[in-house]
DNA sequence: ATTTATTTACGAATTCATTCGTATACCATT
DNA sequence: AATGGTATACGAATGAATTCGTAAATAAAT
């Protein structure tokens, strides 16, 4: 994906994805429940944003609706890839042992892991 | 931890921690397997990473030996919490189903990381 | 001893992301 | 029609990361 987004772009798209559409004002106030960002940033970064295709937008009325163009799964997909890369010699299992070891994954959620997992090991033996 | 490297500081400190040890000219030889980078890039970028405390160095030599002053594990921790907190919004175990879903796990891997849940889950049955 | 090569230190150019001020257009209400 | 509020567009300041050129010091080779 030649598309990276960066941290600031992340938090729209975080915003626009679990929206679905939003208008600039309201990515903003999103915004702004996290940390204080004026208007005109989030305004031009989210034109950046559709320059770079990033995100999407509708233009018929004078306020503009933006929703993201990039699908989560894909950009999650990216990201991790380069963590991997760039800090766990490429070894994607030895970031995932990293991961659960942080204790902060609940027993639920270790079951459903493991579960995939079996899964996984099933699907290609 | 307030030390957070950026991405070439990442690439030097990964040299490092394979090595050990090492001159800036042996870390700047290494980055130059990956891509071209000058060797005053190299050497500038280290001089502020010994600024920063991210490594520490041997200056009794006329040449300088640099080694790593921060754990890989830490700083693996630090990376995955943030990317984590940024983009699979705070879910470490939706990030471990992303990174085992890629498929690029050997089967070998994939018992050993079962094996950690077992571990992890018979702490709490 | 003079030249050549290697090293560190320093300063500065470049690039990119982030931030916001100002101008301009549009719409609604009076 | 004039006023006030809200929107976009644009340009530019700021700051951080990256890059490298040049100078000065040291060591090695002739």
Do not use: C
């Not at 915003?15 to 915004?31: C, F, I, M």
């Not at 990039?70 to 299992?93: H, Y």
Request: charged fraction near 25%.
């Amino acid at each position: 994906m030649e598309n990276k987004p960066t941290a600031s772009e992340l938090e729209i798209l975080g915003v626009l994805w679990s929206k679905g559409a939003a208008t600039v004002r309201e990515v903003n106030e999103a915004l702004n429940q996290e940390r204080e960002i004026g208007y005109t940033t989030t305004l031009k970064l989210m034109q950046i944003m559709a320059q770079k295709g990033l995100v999407a937008r509708d233009e018929t009325s004078r306020t503009h609706i933006y929703k993201a163009a990039i699908d989560q799964d894909k950009v999650q997909a990216t990201l991790l890839n380069r963590l991997v890369d760039s800090a766990f010699s490429g070894s994607a299992s030895s970031l995932v042992m990293q991961a659960l070891g942080q204790g902060k994954t609940s027993k639920s959620e270790l079951e459903a892991i493991k579960k995939l997992i079996e899964k996984l090991e099933g699907g290609q033996p």
